[in-house]
């Protein structure tokens, strides 16, 4: 089975602070994703990856950035949170090949931004 | 950005009753996937479509990949408690996506009376 893990569950941060989100996936998965989810906005995605070292800014890059130093892992980063990045956060991973759409996602982390 | 039309937004029915939920759009997919998320979870893949016409079980679980690759149907027979959550659609454009990105529905609220 497809494992999708992230570093926490629940993160309380203030405003200004700099906040990574872990993700990490232990299929060998080319393509990692970050989205987040709000109430009436479904799931919006906010960086992806390819490959190691690649990334592509999604719908709302704004206030977030990446890494993807290994294959398996990719982080979400907020510069200085903010309150309106309170939100829930989800990492997804897929292959990248002719089965490429399915993605499996993590349990999600639910950042709170005071 | 390109819209999925997810509906209904939410549903209360009976234990037993059987559950219909659609999206659709005004766009080509080539592939369609259904999750469903619990609450504080991930969401988790259910069934994934990749023909025109193609009818998929899980369970009790049965999709459809619309004829005119538009829309696509999913069906749960007999509910029970646990089917409780959101149901999301998502696809993957046949024209003018990213590739391996998915356009996702905003989900189906279902909740099951005992």
């Known amino acids: 089975d497809v494992k999708v893990t992230q570093s926490s569950r629940y993160l309380v941060k203030r405003t200004g602070e700099k906040v990574f989100l872990e993700c990490v996936q232990d299929?060998?998965?080319?393509?990692m994703f970050w989205y987040r989810q709000d109430p009436g906005l479904g799931l919006r995605l906010i960086y992806f990856s390819y490959d190691v070292k690649m990334k592509e800014k999604g719908d709302i890059p704004e206030g977030y950035s990446v890494s993807r130093e290994k294959k398996e892992r990719f982080s979400l980063i907020l510069e200085s949170a903010s309150t309106n990045q309170t939100s829930m956060y989800l990492c997804a991973s897929s292959l990248l090949g002719a089965i490429s759409y399915e993605q499996y996602f993590g349990p999600g982390t639910r950042l709170t931004v005071t | 950005g390109q819209q999925l039309n997810q509906s209904p937004q939410s549903m209360f029915i009976q234990e037993g009753e059987d559950v219909s939920m659609n999206c659709t759009s005004s766009?080509?997919?080539?592939?369609w996937l259904w999750y469903k998320q619990e609450p504080g979870e991930g969401p988790v893949l259910l069934i994934a479509?990749?023909?025109?016409?193609e009818l998929t079980s899980n369970g009790r679980l049965t999709a459809q990949f619309g004829i005119t690759r538009k829309d696509s149907f999913l069906n749960i027979s007999a509910s029970i408690p646990s089917d409780v959550g959101i149901y999301f659609c998502?696809?993957?454009?046949?024209?003018?996506?990213?590739?391996?990105?998915?356009?996702f529905g905003k989900g189906t609220k279902l909740s099951v009376k005992p």
């Open positions: 299929m060998d998965h080319e393509n």
């Open positions: 479509l990749y023909k025109a016409g």
């Open positions: 998502a696809g993957q454009l046949e024209y003018g996506g990213s590739q391996g990105n998915l356009i």
């Open positions: 766009s080509i997919f080539n592939t």
